[in-house]
Each structure stands twice: as structure tokens, then as C-alpha cells.
């Protein structure tokens, strides 16, 4: 039996754990906050480090608040439900200083507000797991469960948008009904302005009943059913085929968005407006200017960015994605201001970069893994002389590939980090989203 100990919280981590220490060793505490003494039960012992749970709260932080979620703390999809929203922030803002400077050597001139929105209800895109328990006669359709394979029994999500969120135990109850429900391990939600597409990953064909059971439910609750059989290029509408294409738009900017269950879109959208503003006004993009958007994706920057005035070129990975992105900017009457391009970003070169042609400004935005070999790529040639981007708004997921893409960018090509600051965008969770302006004067 894992023994218990009682220690005194230093600060939270970047996962949103309590960090304690004894005679030298680290303990990383799972509901614990910083100043609170708590005893604890450890299930995993390194040498150097354990991870642990919370079991007692002896002395609580003012900071502590009643989760809202009554599945907080079995359901793995959020952290920090326990700590008050604006303090979550406050943490989100430390790790990412922390980061710049411990991983980077860097610190921003300026510390931008943070960005809010609104903590409940936000979350528009989602991916459930999907199991028939025969020892519970049910099936249950959420989360995984904590440090675990296993999908939380949920009836409700806090964080999800409400009409989603009232449909978990309704949707379980459907597929308990199907004849696949051995055979359909996972739902994938997309809420879109106009229409909500729920995927179902089948792995058999719906029977001629489930079919009717399905058409029956999207009737009723006004969704739309998507089903996937292999890989995302399978996936396909089921029913209604009249149903209204997934979008978002972004009004400031006069800029719909379609796009299709599978392709990437932020979570947030609330949120996603906001940051798009805030990028904008930190790029400045004006007409004349040639400016490249990496990490275009369908073009969520590019297009505001073109709406501008600037000629703007987005590179992106995929191929599918490029094709969308172009789609998007002929919808939006922007195809001449906007053009796209697909390279892999994560094995580019000098001379790659510099084959792009001359940027007076970029945006970048990467995935978690950040974007090393991009920012490498602008070397003396590119970065170092008069032919550098003047500017660089870097929009991150991940404080610390952030840091470590800033020290090449200020230590090596002698850009200045003039701002940097947190956006909300998963109230809740231990993701921190950030934005980081670049010059060089």
C-alpha cells in the first residue's frame, strides 16, 4: 500500500500539478496548489522525481475553489477545475516567463494583458471514446478517466458548448441500441455556426436498423452524422445531406470560414477571434507588404492578413489543407492577395527559405513541437541581413518550443522579443497558448 506524507506546495508545473520537494527529491502532486499543505499518496517513484495525488488538504490556498464538474477528477480532460479561472491565468502567464527564461535566456520587453473569454461552455471540438461495458449493461460515451484506458461514465461536460454536452448520455443511449455498438469506438465532434457534424468511426456498416436509428436521432436533435470507416479520407456525411456546410466566421475581418469535420479549427472560436485581433494588430500588415503565414492551416490568419491589404503567402504540411486554404480565400474574394504553398516546415533550409523570395514580415504558427528548423532557416542570408523579416508574430501551444525557438531568434539571428502573453484558450486544462512579438530594428 502506497504510503502517505504530508508536504508544503512551492508552485504548480506546466501540467498543473503541485510541486513539493524532500531532502532534494521533487514531488509532482496532482490537486494541490501552491502555499497548501497536503498530504499525499504517490503511484509512481523515480529516483529523482514522484508523481502523486492530493489525498488531504490540511491548509488550503485562497485560490482554491468547488470544481463545477461533478466528473472533476476522474475524467482526464481537465486539471485545474480546483483553482480560481483568473488565477489559472496568472499561472498560464508565470509558466510561460518561466519558460522564455530558464529554456530561452530571453524575456519580453513587454508583458501583454491577457487574453479571457469565457470559462464554461467554450469547447467546440472534441473527440470521444466510445465502450460497451458489459459488467455495467451500458455503454459510455466521454473521456478517458484519469491516468487511464478507461472512457469516465459522464452524463455532462462543463467545458463542452451545452448542446453537445446534454447529448453524452443520449448518444450513449443510442449506440447501446446499434448493432455495431462492439464496433464503434469513437465519436469526434465538430460544432460549426450553421450546423453540428458528429463523426462516427464505424468499423462495420451500420445495419439497415442503425441507419434509421441514426436518421432518427440527427432529426431529432438537429445534428448531423458523419461516418468514418478507415482513415479521415473515408470519412463521409450520412445524414442530413442537405445539412448546411461547418463554418465559422470571423466578422471583423468580413471572413467565413468553411471547413470539413476532419481539418483543424481552434476549439474556441470566441477565442479564436480575439487572439486573430490581437495578432493582426501586433503584425500590422500593410498594403504592399509581402508577408508569409506558416502553419497557415485553412488559412485562419492568412485570410485576415490579405483582408489587410498585404500580399501574403500561407505554407503549410498538408496538401488537403493547402487545397482548402485556397478554397477558402476564392470564397472570401481575397485569391489575388492570398496564395498558398505546401512544404514541409519541419525540414526547411536557408536555402529552402530563401527560394520563398523576401518577406518583410511573418507570422508563425506552429504545432506543439514548435517551429525549430524554420526559425534555424533564417540565417545570415535570410534572418541576418537586410533581406530579414522586420517582424515576426509567433503564435504558440507550447511555452517551452516557444522559448527554445526564441533563443535562436534573439541569441543567434539578433531579433528583440519587444512583447509576449498568454491566451486563455482552455480554461481549465494546463494548455497554455501564447503570443510573441519579434523585431528587429
Known sequence: MATENRVTIESLDQEGRGVARIEGKVIFIEGALTGETVSYSSYRKKPSFELAQATQIHKSSAMRVQPKCSHFGVCGGCSMQHLDARAQVAVKQRILEDSLWHIGKVKAETILRPIYGQAWGYRERARFSVKHVIKKGKTLVGFHEKRSSFVADMQNCEILVPKIARLLPLLADLVSGLSIRDRLPQIEVAVGERV??????????????????????????????????????????????????????????????????????????????????????????????????????????????????????????????????????????????????????????????????????????????????????????????????????????????LARDAQVLVHTHGYKLQAAGVMNMFPHTSHVESIAVFVKE
Open 196 to 401: 453540428d457534424a458528429l463523426v462516427l468511426r464505424v468499423m462495420d456498416p451500420p445495419s439497415s436498423e442503425d441507419e434509421a436509428a441514426l436518421r432518427a436521432f440527427a432529426d431529432q436533435h438537429q445534428i448531423q452524422f458523419w461516418l468514418q470507416s478507415k482513415g479521415y479520407d473515408t470519412i463521409v456525411p450520412f445524414h442530413p445531406l442537405d445539412a448546411p456546410a461547418l463554418s465559422y466566421s470571423l466578422p471583423e475581418f468580413g471572413i467565413t470560414m468553411p471547413f470539413a469535420p476532419s481539418e483543424f479549427t481552434q476549439v474556441n472560436s470566441a477565442l479564436n477571434r480575439v487572439m486573430i485581433s490581437r495578432a493582426i494588430r501586433l503584425l500590422a500588415p500593410q498594403p504592399g507588404e509581402r508577408i508569409a503565414d506558416f502553419f497557415c492551416g485553412l488559412g485562419n490568419f492568412t485570410l485576415p492578413i490579405a483582408r489587410c491589404g498585404a500580399q501574403v503567402l500561407g505554407i503549410e504540411g498538408s496538401d488537403a489543407l493547402v487545397a482548402r486554404a485556397k478554397q477558402n480565400a476564392a470564397y472570401n474574394g481575397l485569391a489575388d492577395n492570398a496564395k498558398y504553398a505546401a512544404m514541409n516546415l519541419f525540414e526547411m533550409t536557408e536555402e529552402s527559405y530563401a527560394a520563398l523570395g523576401r518577406f518583410d514580415k511573418l507570422l508563425i504558427d506552429p504545432p506543439r513541437d514548435g517551429a525549430m528548423e524554420l526559425v534555424k532557416s533564417l540565417g545570415d542570408g535570410n534572418g541576418g541581413g537586410a533581406n530579414a523579416p522586420r517582424r515576426i508574430v509567433y503564435v504558440s501551444c507550447n511555452p517551452a518550443t
